[in-house]
């Protein structure tokens, strides 16, 4: 029998809890996490209300479980635009080299140049507090990493024998970057787009915190936290669901990246 790793038997539990929580969202909540009721407003954990009530009486256990639907939804989609487009443009860039290389890898300095998530504050402010408009925004800021990690990736196995032999038997380059270097380069891409769905999660409840993210009624990690802080003395609760929340996706995602690395890098092999 192998013996898995803590890190990543860990890091996987409490992604499925919260993954889970999101899954079970969409189907039932306790309460509607809509629905205001000012007579049960800032309600202490009961066990009516397991994590209590805001201050428009709406149940914090519904509204964390929708949060999470949202959370994930932003992450998913958010990595998927990021490590589509960085792909794309590094494989580019690393296999033509020359003109399109020189190009693209002055976009992705200019790029990388701000911070991800203030890059991402400046986008929003254009684009207005939206669900895609954060999509949008933060896939463009973290593209330019996953197109440095893929350019490096296919510099390297762009002078592989495979590569000459799939040139030698008539495949035309299109072939040759998709079927032969592109799954050569699937380690690092995983790798990364684990860490960068811990990155998104932070980021999206950032922007969302100050008032970027989705806008009010629908509930996110963010905003919740942003609405706690005028009853952080009278209503405690309120912050600390989200916030833990937030540090267990964080928490866990960090394990599993570093349980995905050890096994596709032979050098981080523990002896």
């Not at 189907?27 to 805001?54: C, E, N």
């Not at 203030?118 to 254009?126: F, N, Q």
């Not at 000459?164 to 995983?190: D, Q, W, Y």
Request: glycine letters at 10%.
């Amino acid at each position: 029998m192998i013996r898995q790793p803590a890190n990543l038997i860990i890091g996987s539990i409490l992604l499925i809890f919260i993954g889970g929580m999101a899954l079970l969202a969409l189907f039932w909540t306790p309460y509607d996490p809509a629905a205001i009721k000012l007579i049960s407003r800032l309600k202490p954990p009961s066990a009516q209300f397991w994590l209590g009530t805001d201050e428009f009486g709406r149940d914090v256990v519904s509204r964390l479980m929708t949060g999470a639907v949202q959370s994930m939804t932003v992450a998913i989609l958010t990595v998927a635009f990021a490590v589509t487009v960085g792909t794309l443009t590094g494989l580019i860039a690393g296999y033509t080299r020359g003109l399109a290389d020189r190009i693209l890898m002055v976009f992705s300095d200019a790029l990388l140049a701000f911070p991800g998530t203030l890059l991402a504050l400046g986008l929003m402010v254009i684009s207005g507090p939206n669900k895609y408009g954060i999509i949008l925004a933060l896939g463009i800021a973290y593209s330019p990493s996953v197109l440095r990690i893929v350019r490096a990736s296919v510099l390297s196995a762009r002078e592989r024998e495979y590569v000459e032999a799939s040139r030698v038997i008539g495949n035309c380059e299109f072939t040759t970057m998709f079927k032969h270097i592109l799954p050569n380069c699937t380690a690092p891409i995983v790798v990364l787009a684990t860490s960068m769905f811990g990155w998104v999660v932070l980021a999206e409840s950032g922007l969302s915190f100050l008032g970027l993210g989705v806008p009010p009624p629908a509930p996110t990690w963010g905003n919740m936290l942003s609405a706690a802080r005028t009853y952080i003395e009278k209503a405690p609760w309120l912050g600390l669901a989200p916030g833990i929340c937030i540090s267990l996706t964080l928490l866990g995602i960090n394990l599993l990246g570093d349980a995905l690395r050890d096994r596709f890098d032979p050098r981080m092999e523990q002896r």
